[in-house]
């Protein structure tokens, strides 16, 4: 089977003075950068760099607009209803810190609690842990039913009227499936719950929409969408921010300060002290650009075909196992473990043949507790994968064996 | 479609040499049942290595060495071959030991280094730095269990 990507030329990585063989399939961990990203933000660097919303010259006037603009833009990509929903971020885990602390951190009590899932990332565990530690409230964990996806019926079970917030992911980083997030975040918000969605695997499918989903708080890193690492997105529904305050605190976020009080800014802005990451910005809204260009459809019907490609070809291997049943879906990503060879062998193997792979916990070593693991290894597709990799992909995954395996 | 193996590559085969497999695949030490005197467990976070190391210290001498868990072939080898070369060396001598075999599994000058024949199979290991802390982990494990308790 021929299935070739029309993109891969534009991934300089690729090119005979880089890695020419370099088979990249971890993609779920951090996409590679297209070249019209990384043109950008030289661009921006060279020849229009200054500091944003401060400086009462043209060049600075000039970047505090390039910024506004893409969160303009960026409400567009999640369909949220205005600008002043959208906060600038350094990534998916500091944005769910921000929620954490600017907000829930203000209605907690030792009588409330925290609901996830089984398959979170550390960073949408570890402040919601922190916090109910802090506090004496309790966390709940709802469980996965066989195909790895949320039990919406389970997780009902563990809604009481003391329930505070739920903060699953829209896709999880290890299983890479969709959960019910519309029907759980309808039911929440009938239910007064709080809902953040962590949406860092989810975004590279693109046909986001908060508003429809109905969530409170959608979190989002750009270097998942083909953008640099050091930016990242908080969506806060219209209204919520005025509840919020800032956890951070500095220079940019206030309208009034006296040595002894502050009065700080409305909106988005005042979670933004310090100094804007302005080169991620433009390197986010120029890789949004490119993935609009496009087209969200095409780019999904591309990752789906080959992605189907991938799943029969692994499933024709009998020494290796997925960590949950697949389905009918074809996640972007796809985790398993091999009989009796060690995922970092599995790993080092791949990685000695040119092809990356994540091994290891991933991040989120409760799931792999919950499945009766150490470790799994991980491979997830991106604009530049096509069949060579995965057939690439197969012939390491046996050899490893051949070598590797114990009788 | 069934994949037939195509020739594993030299790079692959540096590593993962005939002597290292071997220990990995019928390791010394490995669930063996001693009267342990000592234990400690090691873990590698990144990559999931998981052992535990035990020993059997009688009159200052090691006397049993026995370690369990789950781990890579790298990580169960460099274990298998600690059993071997520890069993029935004096503590007294064992930390000088250990950190000379740490600086052989660090090194990339492995053309320069004397060591004893048993632990050649780990020469090969500095060349891949990603795979040192697997290497590294049973030995500093065996220091958590016995030198630091």
Redesign the interface.
């Known amino acids: 089977m021929s299935i070739v990507s029309p993109w891969k030329q534009d991934f300089p990585v690729f090119n005979a003075d880089a890695y020419p063989n370099l088979c990249y399939l971890d993609s779920a961990a951090t996409c590679l950068t297209p070249k019209r990203v990384a043109d950008a933000m030289y661009n921006y660097q060279c020849y229009s760099h200054a500091n944003s919303h401060k400086g009462l010259y043209y060049l600075s006037a000039n970047v505090t607009e390039k910024v506004e603009y893409a969160r303009t833009r960026i409400a567009e990509f999640l369909g949220a209803s205005s600008l002043n929903e959208i906060v600038f971020t350094s990534g998916t885990t500091e944005s769910l810190n921000l929620v954490a602390y600017s907000y829930i951190e203000t209605k907690i009590t030792s009588k409330s609690n925290i609901i996830i899932s089984a398959a979170e990332h550390h960073a949408n565990l570890l402040p919601w842990q922190r916090l109910c530690q802090q506090y004496g409230a309790s966390l709940r964990v709802a469980p996965l039913n066989d195909h790895g996806i949320i039990d919406f019926s389970q997780l009902v079970t563990l809604i009481d009227s003391d329930t505070l917030l739920i903060a699953i992911s829209q896709s999880a980083n290890v299983i890479g499936k969709f959960n019910p997030i519309k029907q759980i975040c309808q039911y929440a918000r009938q239910n007064n719950i709080i809902t953040v969605i962590d949406g860092a695997q989810a975004v590279s499918h693109g046909n986001i929409n908060v508003d429809d989903l109905e969530c409170d708080f959608y979190a989002f890193s750009g270097h998942k969408l083909y953008g640099p690492t050091g930016c990242g997105v908080l969506y806060c529904r219209m209204g919520l921010i005025e509840q919020m305050r800032p956890y951070q605190v500095g220079g940019g976020i206030i309208d009034n300060v006296s040595y002894q009080s502050s009065h700080y800014l409305t909106g988005p802005l005042k979670f933004e002290s310090g100094s804007h990451n302005v080169v991620s910005i433009i390197g986010l809204l120029a890789a949004l650009d490119y993935l609009n260009d496009i087209s969200w459809q095409a780019i999904n019907a591309y990752l789906e075909r080959l992605s189907g490609y991938m799943q029969k070809r692994l499933a024709e291997l009998n020494f290796i196992h997925p960590i949950v049943r697949s389905g009918d879906s074809a996640p972007y990503l796809y985790s398993f473990q091999m009989n009796k060879v060690h995922c970092h062998d599995v790993a080092s193997m791949l990685d000695i043949e040119g092809i990356a792979v994540r091994a290891g916990h991933h991040c989120a070593q409760p799931l792999h507790k919950t499945l009766g693991i150490n470790a799994s290894v991980r491979v997830s597709l991106g604009l530049y994968n096509d069949h060579t990799d995965i057939d690439r992909l197969i012939t390491g995954l046996t050899n490893t064996y051949q070598l590797l395996k114990i009788e | 479609?069934?994949?037939?193996?195509?020739k594993?590559?030299n790079?692959?085969l540096q590593?993962?040499q005939e002597v290292l497999?071997k220990h990995?695949?019928t390791p010394t030490g490995f669930e063996v049942e001693i009267n342990n005197t000592h234990s400690a467990d090691g873990v590698n976070?990144?990559?999931?290595?998981?052992i535990v190391v035990y020993a059997q210290v009688e009159a200052g001498t090691i006397t049993a060495l026995g370690f369990s868990g789950?781990?890579?072939?790298?990580?169960r080898a460099s274990a298998s071959i600690m059993c071997s070369y520890l069993t029935n060396v004096e503590v007294d001598q064992v930390e000088a030991i250990i950190e000379h075999t740490i600086s052989i599994i660090n090194s990339t000058h492995t053309d320069e280094l004397i060591c004893a024949e048993v632990l050649q199979p780990l020469l090969a290991v500095g060349k891949?730095p990603?795979?040192r802390q697997?290497a590294i982990l049973p030995w500093r494990t065996f220091v958590k269990a016995v030198l630091e308790s």
Do not use: N, W
């Not at chain 2, 976070?45 to 998981?50: L, N, R, S, Y």
């Open positions: 479609m069934t994949t037939q193996p195509s594993i590559s790079d692959a590593l993962y497999l990995h695949k976070a990144a990559c999931g290595d998981e789950d781990s890579c072939a790298i990580c891949f990603v795979r697997c």
